[in-house]
Nanobody
Framework: QVQLVESGGGTVQPGGSLKLSCAAS????????WGWYRQAPAKQRELVSA???????YYADSVKGRFTISRGSTENTVTLEMNDLKPEDTATYYC???????????WGPGTQVTVSS
């Protein structure tokens, strides 16, 4: 079993930046894929970015060139650096981890990101 906890959310003005972190505990050696999802009010949850064990990365078209997913300073952390934030990036962001490509077995509770002037 794996437990995930996100941190780093908050409120920023348009054009600002935030860095989200996801820390995993438990049986982390089984993790193959990391992902960041987001869900805005009245919208479906969408995959924002993902990274596999072999560091292949995926980005949704809406965030390409602005967001970067990477390993954190320790083996059990993943970060999502978000630059040039827009009001449409406002959502609850969830960290997810799984045992295969596109397979997410564990989820964090989410962290709120609000982009507003």
């Amino acid at each position: 079993q794996v437990q995930l906890v996100e941190s780093g959310g908050g409120t920023v003005q348009p054009g600002g930046s935030l860095k989200l972190s996801c820390a995993a505990s438990g049986s982390i050696f089984g993790i193959y894929t990391w992902g960041w999802y987001r869900q805005a009010p009245a919208k479906q949850r969408e995959l924002v970015s993902a990274m596999s064990r072999y560091a292949r990365s995926y980005y949704a078209d809406s965030v390409k060139g602005r967001f970067t997913i990477s390993r954190g300073s320790t083996e059990n952390t993943v970060t999502l650096e978000m630059n040039d934030l827009k009001p449409e990036d406002t959502a609850t962001y969830y960290c997810a981890a799984g045992t295969g490509d596109g397979v997410y077995d564990w989820w964090g509770p989410g962290t709120q990101v609000t982009v507003s002037s």
